[in-house]
């Protein structure tokens, strides 16, 4: 049984920045990713890392902002959010696969584990 646990959510200013980490447990995790959900929204891609090199892709709308990183040794999954502004408030989610890709998807069909989902709320 897969558990992944985000945390660092919060209220932020416009133009603030935040970090979610996304603990993962009871087996081995590959890709990882974050989307997100905003109110009436579908669950958008956010960015996304691999297990085999760590290859790195994001939204368009997070790159040069936000930045996806793991650190293997400790199951943990984290995104750097700096300049955040009113259009990031959502509920982000983190994802797991349980398969190794070739490149990380960005469909959140394609992952198997999901995190409970924290609040970042974005004041303008």
């Known amino acids: 049984q897969v558990q992944l646990v985000e945390s660092g959510g919060g209220l932020v200013q416009a133009g603030g920045s935040l970090r979610l980490s996304c603990a993962a447990s009871?087996?081995?995790?590959?890709?990882m990713a974050w989307f997100r959900q905003a109110p009436g929204k579908e669950h958008e891609f956010v960015a996304t890392?691999?297990?085999?090199?760590?290859?790195?892709r994001y939204a368009d709308s997070v790159k040069g902002r936000f930045f996806i990183s793991r650190d293997n040794a400790k199951n943990t999954l984290y995104l750097q959010m700096n300049n955040l502004n009113f259009e990031d408030t959502a509920v982000y989610f983190c994802?797991?696969?349980?398969?190794?890709?070739?490149?990380?998807?960005?469909?959140?069909?394609?992952?198997?584990?999901w995190g409970q989902g924290t609040q970042v709320t974005v004041s303008s």
């Open positions: 994802a797991g696969s349980a398969t190794v890709n070739l490149i990380p998807a960005v469909q959140p069909g394609q992952y198997h584990y």
């Open positions: 009871g087996r081995t995790v590959y890709d």
């Open positions: 890392i691999a297990w085999t090199d760590g290859n790195r």
